[in-house]
């Protein structure tokens, strides 16, 4: 097939025709594979949904225990703002099961939303359990309260301090067990249990006494509350509690095995889909090279043609005319090629000069005139300034990327992980002088005096002669050249030192360096730490300049962000601290609080006995004075 016959503007289109297929097919592949992973997407931000509900329950679980199983609110109305979550998310969890059932048909689907179902039973049946054992007034604690309130009536109508004493002990094992839910206090309340039923069947009237009625009710009812305690569990291992803690672990872990599972399915499915468009791209990449490459062959050999003649025309040599084949635009080309051929030939000995470079020759080409001529000459003239231009560029683009190097280099050094300012400072300090061919240097960062309050400058680290200084030095804020520095907030750069000037004070010491910089440390919100100062005895360029300037910039910032995070850490330990003092306070603070209620009840009870007493004794003494006036009478 001789492509000769087509221009190459309708060979361009065919082609363009193939590419144009090329992308709608892969468009197309691409939108359903988009799809597809949408849809994954959407599976995979359903399991996060569960996750997060899960969480969230689990939270609302140990509130509830923790807080609303302390709340009237709960006993009052049987529900409690936790509960009521537990609930709700209960509810979406379901709803988002329902959705995740529908786009993703798996067994365990039906095993998880049989899990929630049980799960959900598991803290009713635990929430009914936590308000049948009550709180204060409320449920089996209430009913223990008002029963043992009867009790201590009755006593207190006996006047039986022995009476008494025992059943302030049987109230104090009842609120020991209440509140530290030890088995042991249960033994204690039952054995002082038997030995006031004791006391009181033998000076009260036996067993069916009202006294013995009373405690036996009283230990009845207590018994009943130690019951239900331990179905509720007393701990994170018995009873309803345990079983509730089971049930989460259960779904937590059925959860994760279902997002594991979709997780290795939706990879195996982009896998696939992966092959597939990989397989089809290959095999319409193939097609398209294969066309690309007839009309790349037909084109490249016309071209070579053409190029074999410019070839011998750029080595001096006259070709034969070329012999024109086909109406393409490559005719048109040979034609002018054919054309220029004797034109060319004049230029040879110019275009030879040019080519080795010799800029300078003073060759005459067509006279120098015409078009071709002083098209010609133009071009030796503009060449001249290119080579010179391009000389330019080739060192500002060293310099440049010189800088562009050492600031990523600085950067990355800085990101590392340090143990302390002074050491994030050497390395700094060291790279900095490495890099700018100086001897020493040093950095200077504000510190404030604890005493007096007062600022000053401290060196924090100083490296020369390629190796770490360990110097002591300190100064006041705005004290020598360092002090201007960190005063003006500007660099200081000092050249041309004289040698007999021997006493120029610099923050390193006394010493004739031919080159001192001093760059401020100043961060993106205008704050300076300090002051870098590096000496050297050769002038440190304007790039080292820059470089060091903007080095500085990031080390401030650095370093602010070093103090930063120390500074929250402290705040954070000191928090925790604080935290576990009030809870450990607020603990205590129950206990006395229980303490001192039963102790206030002791005290009303005294006073009604002396209250009880004082008339007594004033009856008496009435009736004396009576008896004494009536012998006087008599």
């Known amino acids: 097939m001789n492509l000769r016959r087509y221009t190459i503007k309708k060979l361009l289109y065919f082609s363009a025709a193939i590419i ?39 939270i609302a679980k140990d509130e509830f225990l923790f807080r609303d199983a302390f709340n009237n609110q709960l006993y009052k109305t049987g529900n409690s703002t936790n509960s009521s979550k537990f609930d709700s998310l209960m509810s979406k969890t379901q709803d988002e099961l329902s959705l995740l059932d529908k786009s993703f048909d798996n067994q365990q689907i039906i095993d998880l939303k049989k899990q929630v179902v049980d799960y959900h039973k598991s803290f009713l049946n635990f929430k009914e359990l936590v308000i049948a054992r009550g709180f204060k007034d409320f449920g089996l604690e209430g009913e223990l309260r008002g029963k043992i309130h009867q009790v201590e009536k009755t006593i207190n109508l006996k006047v039986d ?6 059943m302030l002990m049987l109230r ?14 249960l033994r204690k309340f039952s054995e002082t249990v038997q030995t006031t039923l004791l006391y009181a069947s033998n000076h009260y009237g036996g067993v069916k006494s009202e006294v013995a009625q009373q405690l036996i009710d009283y230990s009845r009812l207590f018994q009943a509350y130690a019951a239900i305690d331990a179905r509720i569990g007393r701990n994170d291992n018995e009873g309803a509690l345990a079983n509730l803690n089971n049930q989460s672990k259960n779904y937590s872990h059925s959860l994760s095995e279902i ?21 089809l791209i290959i095999t319409i990449s193939c097609l398209v090279l294969l066309i690309f490459a007839k009309i790349s ?41 054919n054309d220029l051929t004797i034109a060319l030939r004049n230029t040879r000995d110019f275009a030879n000069e040019v080519g080795n470079g010799n800029f300078y020759s003073e060759v005459n080409v067509f006279g120098n005139t015409g078009e071709l001529g002083s098209g010609l000459l133009e071009m030796r003239k503009k060449l ?74 401290d060196l924090v680290a100083s490296y020369a002669y390629d190796r770490r200084k360990y110097i002591t030095k300190r100064y006041e804020k705005y004290e020598g050249i360092i002090g201007s520095c960190l005063y003006e907030k500007d660099i200081v750069f000092l050249t041309n030192i004289p040698k007999d000037y ?59 962000f070093f103090n930063m995070i120390k500074e929250n850490e402290k705040i954070i330990t000191q928090m925790k601290f604080q935290t ?38 004033n009856y008496k003494l009435i009736n004396v004075d009576f008896e004494i006036k009536t012998l006087v009478k008599n």
């Not at 301090?161 to 025992?166: C, E």
Request: net charge negative.
């Open 502 to 560: 021997t006493h120029l004070t610099t923050g390193l010491g006394v010493g004739n360096p031919t080159c001192v910089v001093l760059i401020p440390l100043i961060t993106d919100m205008d704050e300076i730490l300090g002051v870098m100062e590096i000496a050297s005895h050769r002038i440190i360029d304007e790039v080292q300049v820059e470089f060091l300037r903007k080095g500085c910039v990031n080390l401030a910032s650095s370093i602010k």
């Open 20 to 58: 144009l297929i090329s992308i709608v097919a892969f468009t197309s592949i691409f939108f359903i594979q988009q799809k597809t992973s949408e849809h994954d997407k959407e599976l995979l931000l359903s399991l996060e949904r569960l996750s997060q509900y899960n969480l969230m329950m689990q």
């Open 172 to 185: 104090r094992h009842e609120k020991d067990y209440i509140i530290r839910r030890d088995t042991s206090y």
């Open 297 to 337: 062959g037909h084109i490249t050999k016309t071209i070579k043609s053409i190029q074999s003649t410019v070839k011998k025309l750029g080595k001096g040599e006259l070709p034969q005319p070329i012999k024109i084949k086909g109406n393409d635009e490559f005719s048109s080309m040979e034609n002018s090629i």
């Open 259 to 279: 997002s594991n599972l979709l997780t290795s399915k939706i990879r195996k499915t982009s896998y696939k889909a992966y092959i597939s468009m990989l397989m």
């Open 384 to 457: 001249m300034e290119v080579a010179i231009e391009q000389e330019k560029n080739i060192k500002e683009n060293q310099r440049r990327s010189w800088l562009n190097e050492s600031l990523a280099k600085a950067s990355d050094l800085l990101r590392a992980n340090h143990s302390d300012t002074a050491t994030l400072c050497f390395e700094f300090i060291r790279f900095s002088i490495k890099s700018t061919d100086a001897l020493q240097g040093g950095i200077f960062l504000v510190n404030k005096d604890e005493e007096d309050n007062k600022e000053y400058l």
């Open 580 to 617: 576990e003092e009030l809870m450990s306070s607020e603990e205590e603070l129950k206990q006395n609080m229980e303490e001192l209620k039963a102790t206030r009840e002791d005290m009303e009870r005294r006073e009604q006995e002396l209250l009880d007493e004082i008339k007594e004794l």
């Open 161 to 166: 301090y022995r009476l008494m004493s025992q």
